[in-house]
């Protein structure tokens, strides 16, 4: 199943994007030939409007019969970026409130978390802690809604890309932590990418398809860049991954419908549909 990150949405109607742009994006994805799309809050002003108007999209999106897979929490990026965000007690009600709108959404159980570059300077192993009692903190919150966490993890993150991934798995003992296997956020990690569904077997819950030539971290339709397709669909298709293929691409509101047609065209022709 092929379907559409939240950039599809801000490419169409800015980062500042309403629930009545969701549903009015909804049939446009229809008519594109796209079956699923991920929903996203960026901003946490938008936290009260998604609470009274998500029932609204739900039906929306049943009407069309085009499912929701994944939520974006975008607005908490900001708590993992300094160390001050990091030791902060804020960010958790916001997150509850979050994990309540993603559950009124049908067989949507995976809550996106952006993890974003760290621009702070301090006691590594006093920062590390803290970074891992946060993810755990989140983790334990999405559990109590029967919710999993699938991390975004960008360049220059704490995380310190998928080893690092690894051990704050090993480190935390949670078993709803998993990953969001961005391939533009990996390859201008300098991962392998062919070998990331093998090292995460069983742990890649979402992800957001995009290509770039590892050097800037851009979002271009898969085909466009130096990604491997075919090996690499190919590893996570061997790895046993069956969730969404979603295609996250940076246009503008003049290209948009080119650029995600091209996507879903180029993962077409290599049997994904």
């Known amino acids: 199943m092929v379907g559409v990150s939240p950039s599809f949405f801000f490419s169409s109607f800015s980062t500042d ?3 009545d742009d969701y549903k009015k994006g909804l049939e446009n994805l229809k008519n594109l030939g796209f079956s699923s799309y991920q929903g996203e809050i960026f901003y946490e002003n938008k936290l009260k409007e998604w609470e009274n108007q998500a029932s609204e999209l739900l039906e929306v999106s049943q ?4 499912s929701m897979s994944a939520f974006v929490s975008h607005f908490l990026i900001h708590y993992f970026e300094t160390s001050q965000s990091l030791f902060s007690d804020d960010g958790y009600t916001q997150f509850q409130r979050v994990c309540s709108i993603v559950k009124k959404f049908e067989n ?3 809550l996106i978390l952006p993890i974003g570059s760290f621009t702070s300077t301090g006691d590594f192993p006093t920062i590390e802690k803290a970074f891992f009692n946060r993810i755990k903190r989140y983790c334990e919150i999405a559990e109590n809604f029967n919710l ?3 991390l ?3 360049p220059h993150s704490l995380v310190g890309g998928v080893d690092g991934f690894l051990r704050l798995i090993e480190k935390i003992e949670i078993d709803n932590l998993g990953y969001n296997f961005d391939t533009g956020h990996a390859n201008c990690s300098g991962e392998i990418l062919s070998l990331i569904p093998q090292k995460l077997k069983g742990k890649i819950y979402s992800t957001h398809l995009k290509d770039n030539f590892g050097e800037k971290n851009l979002s271009l339709p898969p085909g466009r860049g130096s990604i491997d397709w075919k090996l690499l669909l190919k590893a996570l298709k061997e790895s046993g991954y069956n969730g969404t293929f979603d295609l996250e691409i940076n246009s503008n509101q003049k290209n948009v419908d080119n650029d995600y047609s091209e996507g879903l065209n180029y993962l077409k022709s290599l049997g994904y549909k």
């Open 63 to 66: 009407n069309l019969n085009i």
């Open 148 to 150: 999993q966490i699938a």
């Open 108 to 110: 949507v159980n995976t």
């Open 152 to 154: 975004e993890i960008l």
């Open 17 to 19: 994007f309403s629930v």
